[in-house]
């Protein structure tokens, strides 16, 4: 069975400030898919990244940047130089590998509360 | 861009009752999801479907069912609503993709549904 945990249930921070949602997984398969949700205020989930099971390479897109470390079985996340907008609800996802050409759905981790105070 | 439309943002209805929640996508996706989502439990995979006409069984499929008739609509069905199934719920679609490669899902905006 998969399990997402995030640890961390709210993190309040000041503007400006980095701040890193941590996330670690737990899968039998090999290959596999990792993905983080924002979902603003209004309630819909925005897709933000997807990083399949093979490809280690940290990425890093304007002031978010993720880290994928198999050894630690962890996805982490960092704002760096923190906005209001930011604040949301941040989700880490993991799908195993579709078989047969099936679908399957998402198994999400709790979800992080962030605040970015101004 | 993907358009997951959610036919309620807000649904109001009595114990016992019947309660349809409808789902539209309009980028010819293969697969559709229903999620709910309740405080401290994150998101939970109700039901999903390969494709038309097709569905399995999620994570918690107690209570419920689904329907596609059509590949745009996957609707969720409440047969006989109680008051442990106001939640929010979520609608999800995907692209099958190439190679099975496991495309993000694109989710609508969220029905929030009250059983009183």
């Known amino acids: 069975a998969q399990k997402v945990t995030q640890a961390q249930t709210e993190i309040s921070v000041v503007e400006k400030e980095d701040v890193t949602l941590d996330c670690v997984y737990e899968?039998?398969?090999?290959?596999?898919?990792l993905f983080w949700y924002k979902q603003p205020p209004s309630g819909e989930l925005v897709f933000l990244i997807r990083?399949?099971?093979?490809?280690?390479q940290n990425e890093i897109s304007g002031r978010y940047s993720w880290n994928f470390q198999k050894s630690t079985s962890s996805f982490n996340f960092t704002i760096t130089a923190s906005q209001v907008v930011d604040s949301a609800v941040y989700f880490c996802a993991l799908s195993e590998a579709p078989s047969g050409g099936g679908a399957d759905g998402l198994t999400f981790g709790k979800g992080t509360h962030l605040i970015i105070q101004p | 861009d993907v358009k997951v439309t959610q036919s309620s943002r807000y649904l109001v209805k009595r114990t016992g009752e019947k309660v349809f929640l409808e789902c539209v996508q309009d980028m010819d996706h293969e697969n559709m999801f229903w999620y709910r989502q309740d405080p401290g439990l994150g998101l939970r995979l109700i039901y999903f479907s390969y494709d038309v006409k097709m569905k399995e069984k999620g994570d918690i499929p107690e209570g419920y069912s689904v329907s596609r008739e059509k590949k745009e609509r996957f609707s969720l069905i409440l047969e006989s609503a109680s008051t442990n199934q106001t939640s929010m719920y979520l609608c999800a679609s995907r692209s099958l993709g190439q190679s099975y490669s496991n495309q993000p899902q694109h989710f609508g905006d969220g029905t929030r549904l009250s059983i009183l």
């Open positions: 990083r399949n099971s093979f490809d280690e």
């Open positions: 899968t039998r398969d090999t290959t596999y898919y």
